[in-house]
């Protein structure tokens, strides 16, 4: 007999709470959940109110991110333009130095890609390029967060600077 | 009836529909990704909009589809790994209490665990208190469904919490 009773208050449970049952039911209800532990129960969790909440100060895209990628960009287009430059204008001395400069560069990179961080000495700027790494690596994958990728730009104008003086060397072996 | 433009929309609902959205795929990036798809969808949608529903109700159903269909696409499933920007407060009238980071992760992991209109039913009402009429234009389904449904759920997730956590505090 309880049984039977409790299916039905519990179907009516969510009218009961909302309030919106007559009040001859509501009355009902309300004495069968002073009787009956089980549905008082069911009823005390329905009852419960809970709510969520999330911070949306992170809602825009982050700086961090932004930074790294278009700093990425630049660089990518800054390398060759600037030896481009040089070399129309016949700085041939610049462009010497400008060489050794990318050689130190990539160098460093490559050396940074093997020891995973980036400019070890300044620890503020290598904690702010973690933190952008970390962001970079969920949205575009881990490619691009390894250091090498700075210097890919500067190995291939050194490639470029350095191949006629390759080519120099190998013509004059043969011959 | 269109008079109000993209940007103002973007502007007032943005918040609301991330935070949605940030629950059912409990990833930043992700949320991001389904929110621009969200108003482009509006954006080419607008003329077809017939102002059956409020505009509200209209934006929240493109952005559960838009959620379902890049979460099915990209075959990504919610975990709730990163749970430091929620909060969630549980109160029955007596008093109110903050959860803590273990129960967040349980009560997130209910949710979760729920097939799909019932998911976004939770989330809806959990988030914002929005009304029943409301959730019932964004799920497609009927109001006493929702309103039915809703309690259920959150018994369920009373008894979910009481056996992972041993919770007796909330049901006094």
Known sequence: MERKECIIIEELLPLYIENITTEQAGSLIAEHLKTCKSCNETYQKMKIEVRITTGSENAKPRKQTLWYLNSLKIWYLLCPAIALVCNVFQLSSILKLYGLILAVISVVCILSDFFSCGTWWDMENLIFQQKAREEVKRKRGIFYTRPILWALPAILVLLVLVLPQILNHICTYMI | ?172
């Open chain 2, 1 to 172: 009836m269109w008079e109000e433009d993209i940007g103002d929309l973007y502007k007032r609902y943005y918040k609301d529909i991330y935070r949605y959205v940030y629950i059912l795929t409990l990833n930043p990036d992700d949320t991001e990704d389904i929110l621009q798809n969200v108003f482009l969808k509006v954006i080419k949608n607008m003329k077809s909009f017939r102002g059956k529903s409020s505009v509200k109700t209209w934006l929240f159903s493109i952005a559960r589809n838009e959620s379902l269909n890049y979460m099915a696409k990209n075959k990504r499933k919610a975990v709730a790994a990163d749970i430091s920007r929620i909060t969630i407060t549980v109160s029955d009238h007596m008093d109110e209490k903050l959860l803590q980071q273990e129960e967040i992760r349980a009560v997130i992991r209910f949710i979760q665990n729920q097939g799909e209109p019932a998911k976004s039913l939770l989330i809806l009402r959990l988030l914002e208190e929005r009304s029943f009429a409301e959730i019932s234009g964004v799920l497609g389904q009927s109001d006493t469904w929702c309103r039915v449904n809703f309690f259920r759920l959150k018994k369920k997730m009373a008894d979910a919490l009481e056996r992972e956590m041993g919770w007796d505090q909330c049901e006094k």
